[in-house]
């Protein structure tokens, strides 16, 4: 039996106990269904092998050969992942379309004894219903955007916020990514799929009665592009401005990128990717700083000569008074909880 999602709230309302991506591994690592996992009834080579002979020799072949190689692979799923499912268990399957792929795997189960359903439009459908959340529904809540030059910890007090029980969308977070040009983070960045998908859940989720508090960003964080309902929204919002002393910035990156000042060649790169916006002698200042380990020097020096500059063209852009300024005078740990008390009594008064 097919299942219709009508929102994105209905695949957690639902209950199964297991969302299997019957896909191949490529086309799951460019996204998926949030909690799925990758099954594949044919992986990426037997895929276009099938796809191959479909095209150039006949249907019916393709489909006699892709049969062979899904009773294959189902077999070692229920020998291998499957193994320990007991006689209760409930699993979803999809595809790309919930088409054949998911519905021999879904065959297969059925006939073990299993409670299996397959998504009615497969990946396809769940897609749909995402977009439609990220590019044509408005936010839901008043939104309010955390600002502030490079270093006031920004991100760190919209964590304290949101362990507090205040409303959030953490976008660098769900980037993978500190939305600079030194803010790459392991792991890399999720396609722009996969991103929109767990935006879009957050979205779909909020209380519009509450204010949405998210932190400034440029329209791309990183590699990833902030949908256009959601950036609208942050273009006309409100803003709280958290300002600190440049000292207490400088002491403050030192920390928080300390993953990058460890990897010296990767800081020595990300630094040559500013040759074209500086003259030569700061990039050589600049890389002689990370070489002696002057981390905070360095943070200091960029700050100054790279990103307040271009900050202050930018809150140019926005009106003055629709801006609450939340001057700290440190942003050491201990000193946070204070700034998102003081953020917390600004968005009140902004919302």
């Not at 006689?87 to 595809?95: D, H, N, S, T």
């Not at 007090?157 to 939305?179: F, K, S």
């Not at 979205?203 to 519009?208: E, F, K, M, Q, R």
Request: hydrophobic fraction near 45%; charge should be neutral; glycine fraction near 8%.
């Amino acid at each position: 039996m097919a299942i219709t999602l009508s929102s994105l709230a209905d695949l957690a309302a639902l209950g199964f106990d297991t969302i299997i991506d019957a896909r191949a591994p490529s086309e799951y690592a460019e996204d998926h269904l949030p909690g799925a996992i990758n099954l594949p009834v044919l992986d990426d080579a037997e895929r276009a092998r099938v796809g191959t002979v479909y095209k150039q020799e006949s249907p019916f072949l393709a489909r006699k050969i892709g049969a062979a190689l899904v009773a294959k692979n189902v077999a070692a799923h229920l020998e291998g992942p499957l193994a320990d499912k007991p006689g209760g268990w409930r699993p979803l399957v999809y595809c790309w379309r919930g088409g054949q792929r998911s519905g021999s795997f879904a065959t297969i189960l059925a006939q073990v004894g299993w409670r299996v359903e397959t998504v009615q439009g497969g990946y396809k459908a769940w897609r749909q219903l995402v977009v439609d959340q990220v590019q044509n529904r408005p936010v839901a809540a008043p939104v309010v955007v955390l600002d502030g030059n490079t270093g006031t910890a920004k991100t760190d007090i919209l964590t304290l916020l949101a362990a507090r029980g205040h409303q959030v969308i953490d976008l660098e977070g769900l980037a993978n990514h500190r939305g600079s040009l030194f803010g790459g983070r392991p792991g890399g960045q999720p396609s722009q799929k996969a991103f929109e998908g767990r935006l879009a859940i957050k979205l779909a989720s909020l209380d519009p009665t509450r204010p949405l508090i998210v932190e400034a960003e440029s329209s791309k964080i990183g590699s990833v592009v902030v949908p256009k309902q959601l950036w609208a929204a942050m273009c006309a919002a409100p803003r709280v401005r958290v300002s600190a002393p440049l000292d207490a910035r400088a002491d403050y990156l030192a920390r928080a990128y300390g993953d990058l000042c460890e990897d010296r060649q990767r800081l020595a790169e990300v630094i040559g990717r500013l040759r074209p916006l500086h003259a030569a002698e700061v990039i050589e200042e600049w890389l002689g700083l990370a070489e002696a380990n002057q981390f905070r020097t360095l943070a200091r020096d960029l700050m100054l000569r790279h990103y307040d500059p271009r900050y202050s063209r930018h809150r140019a852009r926005f009106e003055p008074d629709r801006e609450v300024e939340v001057a700290v005078d440190s942003l050491a740990p201990e000193a946070l909880a204070d700034a998102a008390d003081r953020v917390v009594e600004a968005v009140a008064r902004l919302a």
